[in-house]
Structures are given as structure tokens and as C-alpha cells.
């Protein structure tokens, strides 16, 4: 289904609920950017703004060969994103706010916690409030040239508005790329070999990116998103081995603990794979043709995805590493020293600042994500800021029908170097939807309606290979913690040492001698969603729980 704290930002007063959309209206400080002063559009400072260049995957988490802590990556290369990765600047320690799309794309486009975006906070019936800035209209607003491809700002009304809507999009070249497996599935069969399928696709897409070019007026910078969703699903089964050569059994032995090591869902992550191999060609591509204009050095090229990886239990729509963790590599070959890696922790909703900030612009101060700029010019590696020691995500709603009357599925966590704590402020609720006609023989769903229809049953995790077999196999001893700890019920806390258990598998909430660190992390969760002005925290806490956020 089409839908990734106090240490990324300095605490501020709490908002009321009754101000809480009120607080997120524009209110801009004067603060020069790093780059230069705020003056006129013709000023020295403004001509020599960096271009942005924002590669923005959907449903793409930290999914690339250099990331090696991750085990599945290790059958997988992705030789353009790791060169990338290596001569830039490499993030270890990305997060989204939120890990569903349209919450996580509005808290990355104003700059705030997905909470404090009103109708952006959910993904079915999202809507965006215009009162509300955004980076890319105020770069708009300050002389860049704005456009974008394929996604931004989706499922919600109005469509990219955060982004200036469909004028301002460029996609008339074709939208093939985004069922890349699909659309060069078709054309192997039509007779064309997979290299020349691949290659048709991704020159299509291209010409996308020289249209938006073409429209550019004469010594503007621009800002420019990227936004595919192959990497969504769905995609063809077999298509990672068919199109790009990858062995599923590769996987055998790398599987995360909490995912049935089987060959039925080590297909699945190959193929997902092989929508990975497409992004890493098409950023080849892209840094090509930025060389090619002469605007390599002066691009501020920013990669990342929204959430981790759909159709997978603990990926996407939960607050598990595997589900709100993501890639992050920067480069900037002017101004940014490359060759590093930083293990600060950054939230994605940082980043509209740092593009403010990096185009000279000031940042409206209802903005809590703050920018990485002093992360990006350091000549250091490791941990850099040491405020930076966490980030705090979260989820109120994906699918609208997943529970009855609309209902979310409430969460907060707080994700620190040692630990992630997690508050589910409604555990009597399933956490992934409800698990429609299982609990009868002649209401079940089959294996083929759970495979292709997210809705049939727990809408909260996207139809694929892997819900399908692992709904099939539930009742099966050997499977049961898997299957408990992707669609069980859960806790109202859980808390993980990721020292001694990073797939976040033993839940140690209960355990006395975490006692002090479970009181720790909750008082500072609880801090930070009171300081930004969480309506789930603040006076009743039920400002979710109704209309026009649900309707019964």
C-alpha cells in the first residue's frame, strides 16, 4: 500500500493542545544562515547558494552494502551508494519521526515531529494545513527553482502541497521507474534483455530530471527531490535473481532473529533487493549528470528513505530499529569534508533546516528539528555533538480500517545509544490492525488474498510473500515467537539492551534490575512530547482519539 528529542533539537516551552496547530504556524527568526547572511536575492552571499539535490527513496530503509551491521546486507552491493557513502559523509544513526510515510514526509518537509502537523500526522485522510512552512516553498519564496519526481507528500489532500502541488512537478517522461520490477518484468517478455529493460527505464527517468533542468532560469539554484516508490510494494516475485542476479539463499544464516529464516521470505527480501539495485543505479546516473553540467561541487546531495522495509513483521509501522532506521549519506564537494562517518543521532525531520540553512535562509522557529550543518563541515568522525546522545519516534495511525472506528495504534519511544524504550499507550489495541476472519476456519482470508490484499486482515503491515506465510504458519510451535513478536499484542512498555540483544527481542521492562534505566527513558521520552507540544501528553491526551483524526 502506497501510504522512516532533546538530542536533535533544544528543548522548548509546551504548547497547549489548544495552540498545537496554532504552534506550527510560520513564525521566522532573524539568525543568519551558516552560509550566508540573510539580504537580498542578488546579493554575493545568495549567487553562490548550493543547488539541493534530495534522493528521497519510499519504503527504503538502511538498506546498502556498507551499512555490514545490518546481516541481510551482506548479500547485497550497492557499489554507487557505498562509493557515495565513502567520499561523503555517512550517518550511522538516522531515524525518522515517524515510520510511516505521509507522517514522516510532513515532519521531514516542516521541520517538526510528526505530531505537530496536525492532519499530517496520519496517512489515510491526510491533510495538509497551509499554515504549516515548509522547506521547499520558502527556498521557493527566497530564488531557488523547485521541483520534484514521482512522490513527495502522499496519500493526502492536497497532493505535494507542501511542495507547491502538481505544477511543480516533473514526471511526463514516464512513471515506470516506480514499479521498476513490474514495468522490466514486461519488457523481458516483450524481448528485451535485462540490461537493455534497465537501461530504457532509467534514461526515461532521467529525462525527468533534464526537464526540470530545462525550466530553470538562468543562474537560479535549485532544489530538486528525487522521490521513487519501487522500493514500496509491490513487486514481482523472483525479480531480484531474474533482473539483477541475486541468490536468495544468500540470505540463509543473515536473516534478522525475529524473521522466519525460510526460503519463501528470503525471496522476498531479494527481490526488494533488487528494487535497492535500481535506486543505486539511478544515483549513479544522477551524480553523472550533475558532473557532466558542472554542478557536482556546488550540490548539497542528500540521500535517505522514509522507514524500513514494508510486508515484513517489525519494519515498517513500528518502532523497532528495522522499522524507523534508515541510511542517511551527504555530500557537498565544496564546502563538505568527506571521508567520515557520524554516529550523532539525527532525525530526519533535521534536514529542512539544514537545507534553510545551507541555502542562507533563516529557520522558522517553530521548527524543532535542528540542522546538521555543524555536523557536516566537521573534519571529525564518531560522535560529534555530544546533545545529540538520542531521538524520540513515534505513530498514531497508518491504514484507517486497520482497527475499528479508525482507531490508532498510539506509540512513542526514545532510541539511545544502549537502549530503545517504547510507551504503547493503548495495549489492549492489536499493534499491526486486526486480525480479521483468523479466529474462524470458514472467514479466513487465503493464502493469496493476504498475499496481494493488505486489507483482508492486520492492514497495519503491507500485503506481501512473507505476511502471507507467516499468517499460514502461525499455529506452527516453531514459529510462535516470530509470530508473537510480529503480531502479538503488546506491552504498555518494552524495553530492549541493545548491547545483549540488538534484533530487540527480550522485552527487560519487567525486569528490576533495569528498573533505573526504564524510569530514565520514560522521564525523558515524557519531557521531550511535553517540551514540543504532544497532543498524545498534553491535557487529556485523546486529541488523536477523535474527529477528524478518526471517524466512527
Not at 398 to 403: D, E, F, I, L, Y
Request: aromatic share 10%.
Amino acid at each position: 500500500m502506497k501510504s522512516r528529542t532533546r538530542g536533535t533539537q533544544p528543548e522548548r516551552s509546551p504548547l497547549s493542545r489548544r495552540n498545537f496547530l496554532k504552534g506550527a504556524a510560520l513564525t521566522v527568526t532573524g539568525v543568519a544562515g551558516r552560509w550566508g547572511a540573510p539580504a537580498s536575492a542578488d546579493s554575493a552571499a545568495k549567487k553562490n547558494r548550493p543547488n539541493i539535490f534530495f534522493f528521497f527513496a519510499d519504503d527504503w530503509g538502511r538498506y546498502a552494502s556498507i551499512y555490514s551491521m545490518f546481516g541481510p546486507n551482506a548479500a547485497l552491493q550497492t557499489p554507487v551508494l557505498d562509493q557515495f557513502a565513502r567520499e561523503g559523509v555517512r550517518f550511522n544513526n538516522a531515524h525518522v519521526t515517524a515510520p510511516s510515510c505521509t507522517p514522516c514526509r510532513s515532519s521531514l518537509l516542516s521541520g517538526q515531529y510528526f505530531y505537530r502537523t496536525g492532519l499530517g500526522s496520519i496517512l489515510q485522510g491526510a491533510q495538509w494545513d497551509a499554515k504549516i512552512p515548509s522547506y521547499p516553498l520558502l527556498l521557493e519564496k527566497a530564488g531557488y527553482h523547485i521541483g520534484y519526481t514521482y512522490k513527495v507528500w502522499s496519500p493526502g489532500t492536497p497532493v505535494d502541497a507542501p511542495y507547491g502541488g502538481k505544477t511543480r512537478e516533473y514526471a511526463r517522461a514516464g512513471r515506470r521507474f516506480c514499479d521498476f520490477s513490474e514495468n522490466a518484468t514486461k519488457l523481458v517478455k516483450a524481448g528485451k534483455s535485462p540490461e537493455e529493460a534497465k537501461r530504457e527505464i532509467c534514461a526515461e527517468t532521467m529525462q525527468n530530471f533534464e526537464a526540470f533542468l530545462a525550466d530553470r532560469p538562468a543562474g537560479r539554484p535549485f532544489c530538486y527531490w528525487f522521490g521513487p516508490t519501487n522500493t514500496h510494494r509491490k513487486w514481482t516475485q523472483g525479480s531480484g535473481k531474474a533482473l539483477w542476479g541475486l541468490d536468495p539463499e544468500a540470505l540463509q544464516g543473515r536473516m534478522p532473529k525475529f524473521v522466519p529464516d525460510v526460503p519463501e521470505i528470503r525471496e522476498d527480501m531479494c527481490d526488494y533487493f533488487g528494487e535497492v539495485l535500481a535506486l543505486d543505479r539511478m544515483l549513479g546516473l544522477f551524480l553523472q549528470k550533475l558532473a557532466a553540467l558542472g554542478e557536482r561541487d556546488n550540490t548539497l546531495i542528500v540521500v535517505s528513505g522514509d522507514h524500513g522495509i514494508p510486508g515484513f513483521p517489525r519494519g515498517k509501522c513500528n518502532l523497532y530499529d528495522l522499522g524507523t532506521q534508515v541510511a542517511l549519506f551527504v555530500q557537498w564537494q565544496s564546502r563538505v569534508p568527506g571521508g567520515r562517518t557520524v554516529d550523532d543521532f539525527v532525525n530526519l525531520m533535521d534536514l529542512a533546516p539544514t537545507f534553510l540553512e545551507a541555502g542562507g535562509e533563516p529557520v522558522p522557529s517553530c521548527m524543532t528539528g535542528r540542522s546538521i550543518v555543524p555536523l557536516l563541515i566537521s573534519k571529525e568522525s564518531g560522535r560529534l555533538d555530544p546533545t545529540r546522545d538520542y531521538v524520540v519516534t513515534g505513530r498514531e495511525r497508518h491504514v484507517a480500517q486497520a482497527r475499528e472506528g479508525a482507531l490508532p495504534y498510539p506509540q512513542r519511544a526514545i532510541r539511545t545509544r544502549d537502549f530503545l524504550y517504547i510507551r504503547n499507550f493503548a495495549p489492549q489495541r492489536w499493534p499491526m490492525g486486526t486480525p480479521t476472519g483468523l479466529d474462524d476456519p470458514a472467514t479466513e482470508p487465503t493464502l493469496a488474498q493476504v498475499r496481494e490484499d493488505t486489507f483482508v486482515c492486520f492492514a497495519d503491515l503491507d500485503a506481501s510473500p512473507t505476511k502471507a506465510w507467516m499468517v499460514k504458519n502461525r499455529s506452527v510451535p516453531q514459529w510462535q515467537q516470530h509470530w508473537q513478536l510480529g503480531f502479538g499484542k503488546r506491552p504498555a512498555e518494552e524495553l530492549y539492551d541493545l548491547r545483549r540483544d540488538p534484533d530487540q527481542m527480550q522485552n527487560v521492562a519487567d525486569d528490576p534490575a533495569y528498573a533505573p534505566t526504564r524510569a530514565d527513558l520514560s522521564q525523558r521520552l515524557l519531557a521531550t512530547l511535553r517540551a514540543t507540544g504532544d497532543p498524545r501528553v498534553q491535557g487529556d491526551g485523546l486529541t488523536f482519539e477523535r474527529p477528524p483524526f478518526v471517524s466512527r
